[in-house]
């Protein structure tokens, strides 16, 4: 990967380096932890007390990881497409090392925790192991009214798996030109569909927020539109900047009230919270993740931190195994030799606990040695540092 100039200026509004070639950004290892940290509170630790009546711990962290996918995936998709224009590589071999690299990364784990869950006799795993296995879990949830119970969370998976499929096509396939445009649709299509669902009922704002185009759909636009700004403009987005503050954080402050006036999970029943959190929790978040890419910001340092990038590193095995696990915590404690009895805190604590543990073994033994086989199979192809070309279409 290129790096950055030491010259580059900045943007005073974002902090964001203003010559942006893609690099390793420390930071977005510490927004998976984040994210990890609060999906496990969302499902762990009880519904109708803080921090879980604070704001919809899990709605966030899930928005934090489509914001995370959007940016990083199409700032790589970028990269082949310039390779691709310059010659370097052609679209089929482009389309191939990117599928290669993103299955390497993502199936293993997946495809091997179904397997396990099957053999271990997991009735809701084998009963609807057809939608787990073709990544459709959150068609089966919206559209057969399924109870996928312990393996639901499969669902975002489902949803980055059809991203991934996607979204390559179409960054691959349009001219330059009609790259940004393409990205500006896509958010603000999805901010509409966001608006319409949550105003048209609440079976309307369960099928925007599960299925890839409503709210997963806007997270995965502001990556692509910040990855956009950063990689072909040069610039640290601060139009992009400005709408997310001005926008997300008053309006995700009011929808988080709500939330907090009906006590937490309840308030989805209110049209007022399903009308102002889907759209507002990704400009407030996306605005935060935009500073956080500033390498002399408070925030950047925090989520630099090599505790939360370890964490961050193995947050997907924290991701799929903590709530498959749900069933068999009690029996792996046995077999250590205890069998605690313990408050609903507590409990949420060591099964937060315990699934991070099994999730560093599966990172270590089992990811790591997977992820070796990139190099092989799907070598980068060593592009020089570069200096972003202005776009077109500014």
């Known amino acids: ?50 921090p879980n009546t604070w704001m919809q711990m899990g709605g966030v962290g899930v928005t934090v990881f489509f914001i995370i996918s959007g940016y990083l995936i ?8 310039e390779q691709v224009a310059d010659g370097r590589l052609s ?49 089966g949830h919206v559209f057969c009214g399924i109870d996928f119970r312990n393996m639901v969370h499969f669902w975002t998976l489902a949803v980055e798996e059809q991203f991934y499929l996607v979204w390559p096509l179409v960054i691959l396939s349009l001219a330059r030109k009609r790259v940004g445009p393409a990205i500006r649709w896509l958010f603000a299509s999805s901010a509409a569909l966001c608006v319409i669902g949550g105003a048209c009922g609440l079976s309307s704002y ?26 072909y403009e ?16 008053p309006f995700f402050a009011l929808s988080q009230v709500v939330w907090w006036w009906h006590g937490g999970q309840p308030a989805i029943n209110f049209p007022e919270y399903r009308l102002l959190y889907p ?22 340092r925090f989520l630099s931190h090599p505790v939360l990038r370890y964490f961050g590193r193995i947050s997907y095995g924290v991701y799929v195994y903590h709530m498959l696990l749900d069933g068999y915590y009690y029996s792996i404690w046995a077999r250590l030799g205890f069998s605690p009895s313990l408050s609903p805190v507590a409990e949420g604590f060591l099964k937060s606990a315990t699934s991070i543990l099994i999730a560093a073994g599966s990172w270590h033994f089992f990811e790591k040695p997977i992820l070796s086989l990139k190099k092989r199979w799907a070598p980068d192809s060593g592009t ?9 279409v500014g």
């Open 384 to 392: 020089p540092p570069r200096t972003p070309r202005k776009s077109p």
């Open 279 to 300: 759209w507002s929790v990704t400009l407030f978040f996306g605005w935060l993740f935009v500073r956080s890419l500033n390498q002399g910001s408070m925030l950047n």
């Open 234 to 249: 040069g610039s640290g987005c601060p139009r992009l900047a400005r709408f997310s503050l001005g926008l997300g954080l």
């Open 1 to 50: 990967m290129s790096q950055p100039q030491e010259s580059s200026p900045q943007s005073l509004l974002t902090g964001l380096p203003t010559g942006g070639s893609i690099r390793y950004e420390p930071c977005i290892d510490g927004w998976r932890a984040a994210a990890a940290v609060m999906v496990l509170v969302a499902h762990f630790f009880p519904l109708r007390e803080p």
């Open 74 to 81: 199409t700032q790589i998709l970028f990269q082949a497409k």
């Open 91 to 139: 679209k089929g071999a482009a389309l191939k090392r990117f599928y290669i690299r993103r299955v390497l990364r993502i199936a293993p784990v997946y495809y091997a925790s179904i397997l396990a869950m099957c053999l271990i006799g997991s009735k809701p795993m084998r009963d609807y192991v057809w939608w787990h296995l073709t990544y459709m879990t959150n068609f």
């Open 206 to 231: 369960g099928m925007i927020m599960s299925l890839p185009i409503g709210g997963p759909s806007l997270a995965l636009g502001y990556g692509a539109a910040l990855a956009y700004g950063r990689y």
